[in-house]
């Protein structure tokens, strides 16, 4: 592939205005303007507007924003752990490009993003919350992909389950009685062979800063009571993929 790189807005507009592309990948935070300005401005001159654009960015969007780039945008992928292989896959499909044409490793790739349900299979999680009926509903949930789920009341049960069996994930109820999900994180963290362990916090309360505290104690990532079983599937995807 012939790669052109700008790192300016202006500096896009130009090359776009000079030359034919097959796709474009665009950071939304740039120097002089921002993404959405480049995406107007491109929206006006008939050539650039030809040409697919990926948004590849780094912070989360507000939902006015989704709706704003989904009229010009053809992808958006937020910037994460699995992100690279996300925008490979994306990007093949805009270029037209065969997979089988690609090499091993990155054939590979891809064909694990598309087999999700076997990527799932036998991974152990732990859930950890205080209402049986949440956990048992999300339990069924996950056992139907092919998880082992283990179950724990509270904080303090599971340290103790932890102690006893290593898990690939933990699933963590921030409002709970004995020991907070809080708390029970940091005494997670604090153990050297869970630093690496992927804790997904889930809470009720879906309050500003509630993510920022969920991240502070520890946790990875965040999802907001009643859980979204896409949403969750494809946090599970990214955080338990090797």
């Not at 009229?71 to 690279?84: L, T």
């Not at 065969?98 to 999700?116: C, F, G, H, S, W």
Request: some cysteine.
């Amino acid at each position: 592939m012939q790669i052109s790189e700008a790192d300016r807005g202006q500096t896009a507009l130009d090359l776009l205005k000079t030359q034919n592309f097959d796709c474009m990948i665009l950071d939304l935070s740039l120097p002089d303007m921002s993404g959405f300005e480049v995406l107007n401005r491109m929206n006006g001159h008939m050539a650039a507007s030809k040409c697919p654009v990926i948004v590849y960015t780094g912070r989360e969007l507000t939902p006015e924003e989704n709706l704003e780039l989904m009229k010009y945008a053809d992808s958006v992928i937020v910037k994460g752990v699995k992100s690279p292989e996300r925008l490979l896959d994306e990007t093949a499909l805009f270029l037209h490009r065969v997979v089988a044409d690609m090499p091993e490793d990155k054939q590979q790739t891809i064909r694990q993003l598309y087999n999700k349900d076997e990527l799932l299979k036998n991974k152990k999680v732990l859930i950890v919350d205080d209402d049986m009926r949440n956990s048992f509903a999300l339990a069924k949930l996950l056992s139907d992909k092919g998880l082992i789920v283990r179950i724990a009341q509270n904080g303090r049960k599971a340290l103790d389950l932890l102690a006893e069996e290593p898990v690939d994930l933990v699933l963590m109820d921030i409002m709970m009685p004995v020991m907070d999900g809080y708390e029970t994180t940091r005494h997670i963290r604090a153990q050297q062979q869970f630093k690496t362990l992927p804790i997904l916090a889930l809470t009720a309360k879906a309050m500003k800063g509630d993510r920022e505290l969920c991240l502070a104690s520890g946790a990875n990532d965040y999802l907001s009571k009643p859980i979204d079983a896409d949403r969750l599937f494809s946090l599970l995807q990214v955080w338990l993929y090797q």
